[in-house]
C-alpha cells in the first residue's frame, strides 16, 4: 500500500489561507470517512487537527478546517500564523490489507 | 490528564527481538482501541498496528506481519508492542497512540516515542 500523495512543500504569509491536498484512491480517501491530519512540529510527537474528514477537536483552532472531494481530502488553514509552521500529515482507513496509510506529509512554512 | 509514556528502545542487533512498553495514565486502556505508528528517521508515519478496545481483535501493517505482536496489561494499563526478527528497515521511533472513543481510525493522543535502532 502506498503513501497517499501530498504536496512536499507549502507555504504562505501570514495571515494568508494555506490548503494541502492529500490524493489516494477510492480504496482510502474516496471510500472512507475515517480521513485524519496531523500536524507534527520538529522532534514532537504529531497531534490530530481534524478527525472523520470534517471534525475538529475540542481546543483545535478553528482556522483549521477539513474537506473532500472524490478521492481527494484538503486540509485548509485559514489566516496563517507562524506556530503554523510544520509537517502535517493526512491519514485514511483503507480497505486494503494494510487497514491504514498515512499520506506521504507536507511542510509548511509562513513566509 | 491523558498521558502516554513509550519504554523500551535502544540499538539492537538484526534478528533480534525488543520488546516496547507503553504506559497510560489518566484513562483506563481496556476501554479504548491502541494503536503503534513508527516514523524513520527524516521520513513519514507509518501505521504498524491496532488492538481494539476489548482485547479481541489485532491486526497489523503488511511489513510487520508475522514478527510484531501488539498486546495489553489492563492491570499495569500498560500496552506492548512485541517485536521479533527485527531488520535494520524497521529502524524508527515508535509511537504509541489511543484512538478516539467509538472511532479505531482517528489518534486523539500520543506518546513521545522511543527511537529503535537496528544495525550491526
Known amino acids: 500500500q502506498s503513501a497517499l500523495t501530498q504536496p512536499a512543500s507549502v507555504s504562505g504569509s501570514p495571515g494568508q489561507p494555506i490548503t494541502i491536498s492529500c490524493t489516494g484512491t477510492?480504496?482510502?480517501?474516496?471510500?472512507?470517512?475515517?480521513v485524519s491530519w496531523y500536524q507534527q512540529h520538529p522532534g514532537k510527537a504529531p497531534k490530530l487537527m481534524i478527525y472523520?474528514?470534517?471534525n475538529r477537536p475540542s481546543g483545535v483552532s478553528d482556522r483549521f478546517s477539513g474537506s473532500k472531494s472524490g478521492n481527494t481530502a484538503s486540509l485548509t488553514i485559514s489566516g496563517l500564523q507562524a506556530e503554523d509552521e510544520a509537517d502535517y500529515y493526512c491519514?485514511?482507513?483503507?480497505?486494503?490489507?494494510?487497514?491504514?496509510?498515512f499520506g506521504s506529509g507536507t511542510t509548511v512554512t509562513v513566509l | 490528564q491523558v498521558q502516554l509514556v513509550e519504554s523500551g528502545g535502544g540499538v539492537v542487533q538484526p534478528g533480534r527481538s525488543l520488546r516496547l512498553s507503553c504506559a497510560a495514565s489518566?484513562?483506563?486502556?481496556?476501554?479504548?482501541?491502541m494503536h503503534w505508528v513508527r516514523q524513520a528517521p527524516g521520513k513519514g508515519l507509518e501505521w504498524v498496528a491496532i488492538?481494539?478496545?476489548?482485547?479481541?481483535?489485532?491486526f497489523y501493517a503488511d511489513s510487520v506481519k508475522g514478527r510484531f505482536t501488539i498486546s495489553r496489561d489492563s492491570s499495569k494499563n500498560t500496552l506492548y508492542l512485541q517485536m521479533n526478527s527485527l531488520r535494520t528497515d524497521d529502524t524508527a521511533v515508535y509511537y504509541c497512540?489511543?484512538?478516539?472513543?467509538?472511532?479505531?481510525?482517528?489518534?486523539?493522543?500520543w506518546g513521545q516515542g522511543t527511537l529503535v535502532t537496528v544495525s550491526s
Open positions: 491519514g485514511s482507513y483503507t480497505s486494503s490489507f494494510t487497514l491504514y496509510v
Open positions: 488492538i481494539s478496545y476489548d482485547g479481541t481483535n489485532k
Open positions: 489518566g484513562f483506563t486502556l481496556s476501554t479504548y482501541s
Open positions: 472523520d474528514v470534517t
Open positions: 477510492s480504496n482510502d480517501v474516496g471510500g472512507s470517512n475515517y
Open positions: 497512540a489511543r484512538a478516539r472513543p467509538y472511532d479505531f481510525w482517528s489518534f486523539d493522543f
